[in-house]
């Protein structure tokens, strides 16, 4: 996601050389988001006749990229970073990075258990770690409220809750209930501020309007969260999370309009791991309910949302041939560069 970040201060030439691409820390929805639609695919593969082939070759691919974009994000410095992580927009997308790599790492797990379990505790304590810092940041005051978005479930909700999946996918059961609660309680936390912005105070920025399908995503995850942790059976808690998943689904669909009026951006890649989260769930109530044509209705749902990451995808590359991917430097910056030492 494009958006654009306040001028940095006191750019010294002996701290900024970094002649490469500006990745802000939006672009991590682009991992996340095909990380998603392979946890949608493995979902699809408790029902018969899918191959787990293609949820091991979307991983694969994914945690290519995830390297690349992570090594040149690294790459722009500390000083960079630190700057992204105190900005009041930017800040949530850094933790995109590490939701990405416990995803992957979990995914490794079904092939190498015990690299995969030391990924996840890994990059769930980064999570953790990440969650933590950003809500003291967000403590000490000074953020505007119209700064505030959707993308703020990422740090810790979001967090949590695909560290529970994590954690319980590799039978760390009581790391996995920890992170669920984490998840829960910061999302219902989290949850009545962001509403409250989108609800009182002016339209989201249209490079932030796209966040608004994280309202859709947080409690998709959840939902697979508490069948990980509880177990997969139809429960008052699992009726409870799917009844408001379902609420969100049609409050997307009165967001269609909006969404419509929207120019292409990287910022695209939100609906996906929103979307994706939200097919997985619902694969997964198939597959424990099992209705009649379930198999039918499995297939309907992955063929669709494959086509539509794949237009994303489509998209995305016509940017990167484009030069439009990623953002500019300040002007500031590139005078800095221009003027250092080779």
Same mark, same amino acid.
């Not at 309680?185 to 399908?213: D, E, K, Q, Y």
């Not at 994280?214 to 959840?222: C, W």
């Not at 500019?328 to 800095?336: F, G, L, S």
């Given at each position: 996601?494009?958006i654009?970040?306040l001028?940095e201060k006191?750019q010294?030439?002996k701290?900024?050389?970094f002649l490469? @691409?500006?990745v802000?820390?939006s *672009?991590?929805?682009i991992?996340? /988001?095909i990380?998603?639609?392979?946890?949608?695919? !493995?979902a699809?593969?408790?029902?018969?006749?899918t191959?787990?082939?293609? @949820?091991?070759? *979307?991983?694969i691919m994914?945690?290519?990229? =995830?390297?690349v974009?992570?090594?040149?994000?690294l790459?722009?410095g500390? &000083?960079?970073?630190m700057?992204?992580?105190r900005?009041?927009?930017l800040?949530?997308?850094?933790?995109?990075?590490?939701?990405?790599?416990?995803?992957?790492?979990a995914?490794l797990a079904?092939?190498?258990?015990a690299?995969?379990?030391v990924?996840?505790i890994? $990059?769930?304590a980064?999570?953790?770690?990440?969650?933590?810092?950003l #809500?003291g940041? =967000?403590m000490?005051?000074g953020?505007?409220?119209d700064?505030? !978005?959707?993308g703020y $479930?990422?740090?810790?909700?979001a967090?949590?809750l695909?560290?529970a999946n994590?954690?319980?996918?590799?039978h760390? !059961?009581a790391? %996995?209930?920890a992170s $669920?609660g984490? /998840?829960?309680?910061?999302?219902?936390?989290?949850?009545?501020?962001?509403?409250? &912005?989108?609800?009182?105070?002016p339209?989201l920025?249209?490079a932030?309007?796209?966040?608004?399908?994280?309202?859709?995503?947080v409690?998709a995850?959840?939902?697979?969260?508490?069948f990980?942790?509880?177990g997969?059976?139809?429960?008052?808690?699992?009726c409870?999370?799917?009844?408001?998943?379902?609420l969100?689904?049609?409050a997307?669909a009165?967001?269609?309009?909006v969404?419509?009026?929207l120019s292409?951006?990287p /910022?695209?890649?939100?609906?996906?791991?929103?979307y #994706?989260a939200?097919a997985?769930?619902?694969?997964?109530?198939?597959?424990?309910?099992?209705?009649?044509?379930a #198999?039918?209705?499995?297939?309907a %749902?992955?063929?669709? *949302?494959t086509?539509?990451?794949a237009?994303?995808?489509?998209?995305t590359?016509?940017?990167?041939v484009?030069g439009?991917?990623f953002?500019a430097w300040?002007? %500031? !910056?590139?005078?800095?560069?221009?003027a250092?030492?080779s």
């Amino acid at each position: 996601m494009s958006i654009p970040r306040l001028p940095e201060k006191d750019q010294s030439p002996k701290r900024q050389r970094f002649l490469g @691409p500006r990745v802000p820390p939006s *672009l991590f929805g682009i991992v996340l /988001g095909i990380a998603g639609l392979a946890q949608a695919w !493995h979902a699809a593969v408790q029902l018969p006749g899918t191959p787990q082939a293609i @949820p091991d070759a *979307l991983s694969i691919m994914d945690a290519a990229l =995830w390297l690349v974009l992570v090594g040149f994000y690294l790459a722009q410095g500390p &000083r960079i970073i630190m700057a992204d992580l105190r900005d009041p927009v930017l800040s949530p997308f850094v933790s995109a990075s590490a939701l990405t790599a416990m995803l992957l790492s979990a995914a490794l797990a079904n092939a190498a258990f015990a690299a995969g379990r030391v990924l996840v505790i890994v $990059f769930l304590a980064v999570t953790i770690a990440l969650g933590g810092w950003l #809500t003291g940041q =967000w403590m000490t005051g000074g953020i505007e409220p119209d700064s505030v !978005h959707t993308g703020y $479930f990422l740090p810790t909700a979001a967090g949590g809750l695909i560290g529970a999946n994590a954690a319980a996918q590799v039978h760390l !059961h009581a790391l %996995a209930e920890a992170s $669920f609660g984490i /998840g829960v309680i910061c999302w219902v936390l989290l949850g009545s501020t962001i509403l409250n &912005r989108l609800f009182s105070r002016p339209p989201l920025p249209s490079a932030l309007v796209p966040t608004m399908a994280i309202e859709l995503g947080v409690p998709a995850v959840a939902g697979s969260a508490y069948f990980a942790v509880a177990g997969r059976t139809v429960s008052l808690m699992a009726c409870v999370l799917g009844g408001y998943v379902v609420l969100m689904a049609v409050a997307q669909a009165r967001l269609i309009p909006v969404y419509r009026r929207l120019s292409f951006t990287p /910022g695209a890649w939100t609906f996906v791991f929103s979307y #994706t989260a939200a097919a997985a769930y619902a694969l997964e109530w198939l597959a424990i309910k099992k209705p009649p044509a379930a #198999t039918g209705y499995a297939i309907a %749902a992955i063929v669709v *949302l494959t086509a539509f990451v794949a237009w994303i995808a489509f998209r995305t590359v016509v940017l990167a041939v484009r030069g439009q991917l990623f953002p500019a430097w300040p002007p %500031a !910056h590139q005078a800095v560069d221009a003027a250092s030492p080779s």
